[in-house]
């Protein structure tokens, strides 16, 4: 194995969960990566890239040739953990602790009532909430 797949092996093996980052790459394109030690190195942070998404990474032999490009990239912007797009649906639990099922006027339910919602459905902090018409 070469020695730049061994160092993206050993940066993500008992890595502390922060030095798994999702940054933006000078190309523009973001990346989940592991960052490179740095030691006591001043200057840009750069971390090695991860193969396809991040759970199939994740789950395959953290020494298995092919892991990273082997090549590090300068990162330069941190992103946030989770992406900000929508996820393709919103999975709720619903009457899910006793003061919430007496609230409603029910029994507390034998098994758990999950819904789903549409990531449409989900309004910000502050933001208008529109009725279409059809519900009024």
Known sequence: ?????????????????????????????A????????????????AFP?????????????MAPGLGSGTALEVAELLPPLPVYPPPAIVCLGLNYKAHAAEAGHEIP???VIFYKSPASVAGPGASVEIPACAR
């Open 1 to 29: 194995m070469s020695s730049s797949l061994t160092r993206v092996a050993q940066a993500l093996r008992g890595a502390a969960p922060g030095n798994l980052v999702r940054f933006l790459a000078p190309d523009g394109v």
């Open 31 to 46: 990346r989940w990566g592991a960052l490179e030690p740095c030691g006591s190195t001043l200057g840009p942070r750069r």
């Open 50 to 62: 991860l193969e396809g998404d991040l759970l199939s990474s994740l789950s395959v032999d953290l």
């Open 110 to 112: 034998r098994f758990p």
